[in-house]
């Protein structure tokens, strides 16, 4: 028999947000966060900035081919953990690259702006995550992030969506950590721009997304 897939190995689909679910609200909800997400960084860095930006976690690519767009002159990569980032047909137009959150293959303050969209929650132990993103970003620089809250509410569309409460049993799928907590730990390094709670305010609440910038 064989064995389990490592979290690194297994397809892109199984593990990533559903940007194309039957569902209509959660496919709404994950393009609802993004849009978010990328708002958060236009309100603050000009069209016209000569930027750097990296999406952490980035799977196919969603994220950087719609900052791209907006960012004409700005670097625009994205580095995955898992494997299957090399079976995507475009990869050779995009900056992309295999990598892990706790080991950034990147210089010292290398980036403007860091996205992590439904990442942090996957790694049992956060603090090497937080000091190397701490590591590249320059000073004043912006971290963007989604976490799911792990509420009753939240559960209970996993419930009706997946057949279980958690996701446990998933490799690649366990959440360590709820949005409370990562909020948290994400304020003691870095400076809390501006947050944002969809679809709807607590007890409503499904994901987080929040912005922060680097302390100077």
Not at 9 to 15: A, K, M, R, S, W
Not at 21 to 42: P, Q
Not at 147 to 170: A, C, F, S
Not at 176 to 186: C, D, E, P, Q
Request: aromatic share 8%; hydrophobic share 40%; charged share 30%.
């Amino acid at each position: 028999m064989m064995g389990k897939k490592a979290d690194w190995e297994l397809d892109l689909e199984e593990i990533l947000p559903e940007y194309e679910s039957r569902n209509f609200f959660v496919r709404s909800l994950f393009w609802k966060r993004l849009k978010i997400a990328e708002n958060m960084l236009l309100s603050r860095k000009k069209r016209s900035s000569n930027i750097n930006i990296v999406d952490i976690g980035t799977g196919p690519a969603i994220l950087q081919r719609s900052i791209s767009g907006k960012y004409p002159r700005a670097l625009v990569c994205g580095i995955d953990y898992n494997f299957s980032i090399k079976q995507i047909k475009d990869r050779g137009a995009l900056n992309l690259m295999i990598g892990d959150a706790r080991s950034l293959p990147f210089t010292d303050s290398s980036f403007d702006a860091i996205f992590l969209l439904d990442v942090l929650e996957h790694i049992p132990n956060l603090k090497p995550v937080l000091e190397e993103i701490d590591r590249v970003l320059r000073p004043g620089g912006l971290v963007i992030i989604s976490v799911p809250t792990e509420t009753g509410i939240y559960k209970i569309g996993r419930l009706l969506l997946k057949g279980t409460t958690d996701e446990k049993d998933r490799p690649g799928g366990t959440h360590y950590h709820n949005a409370k907590r990562i909020v948290g730990l994400m304020k003691t390094k870095f400076v809390l721009r501006e947050l944002r709670k969809i679809p709807l305010p607590l007890p409503f609440t499904l994901f987080n997304i929040a912005c922060f910038s680097k302390k100077k």
